[in-house]
């Protein structure tokens, strides 16, 4: 089972700033394979990035995805007031498909 | 519009069964897997498993193999999951959500055992 981590745990930022998210695979994803989602309070998880790099239709181009191999980041460049939510990585790859444990990104 | 609809909110007992389900529409609900998430509260995203409703392909989690059954009737687009013995600690929200990137979700189903 591949085991994805996702780090920091929290992240407290204010808007306007800059948000870098990581997963890191316990063993190599192929790119193609990896996918992040946001959720918000008493909402389904939405999907925002799929393939590491590809964002899904509807995401504003604000969130970035970048990494390969083991190494996967989740980029938010300016946070807005509707970003702050909890992300979560996901390989499926490999069966049994794994999701991080989440990052949960909080106004400073 | 392409969208996933779940059954409504339960509340069971220990030891009883459950079935709940996930009516896909707005395409062709045969060619993409569908996939079922826990959320317990408070908690973070557990995937169970999966099933292609083309040919009834179905993956499980080891951790949830044996605990549930996943099952698709195509000819009505529906995915469901099954327990035959609930526990309290079976309480969660559940999802389901389709393709490998789980491109659309369900709005979950809460199941409550107590």
């Known amino acids: 089972e591949i085991v994805l981590t996702q780090s920091p745990g929290t992240l407290s930022l204010s808007p306007g700033e800059r948000a870098t998210l990581s997963c890191r695979a316990s063993q190599s994803v192929s790119s193609s394979y990896l996918a992040w989602y946001q959720q918000k309070p008493g909402q389904a998880p939405r999907l925002l990035i799929y393939a590491a790099f590809s964002r899904a239709t509807g995401i504003p181009d604000r969130f970035s995805g970048s990494g390969s191999g083991t190494d996967f980041t989740l980029t938010i460049s300016r946070l807005e007031p509707e970003d702050f939510a909890v992300y979560y990585c996901?390989?499926?790859?490999?069966?049994?498909?794994?999701f991080g444990q989440g990052t949960k990104v909080e106004v400073k | 519009e392409v969208q996933l609809v779940q059954s409504g909110a339960e509340v069971k007992k220990p030891g009883e069964s459950l079935e709940i389900s996930c009516k896909g529409s707005g395409y062709n609900f045969s060619n993409y897997w569908i996939g079922w998430v826990r959320q317990m509260p408070g908690k973070g995203l557990e995937w169970m498993g999966i099933?292609?409703?083309?040919?009834?392909?179905?993956r499980y989690s080891p951790s949830f193999q044996g605990q549930v059954t996943i099952s698709a009737d195509k000819s009505i687009s529906t995915a469901y999951l099954q327990w035959s013995s609930l526990k309290a600690s079976d309480t969660a929200m559940y999802y389901c959500?389709?393709?490998?990137?789980?491109?659309?979700w369900g709005q979950g189903t809460m199941v409550t055992v107590s």
């Open positions: 959500a389709r393709g490998g990137g789980f491109d659309v």
């Open positions: 996901q390989q499926h790859a490999n069966s049994p498909w794994t």
């Open positions: 099933i292609y409703p083309g040919d009834s392909d179905t």
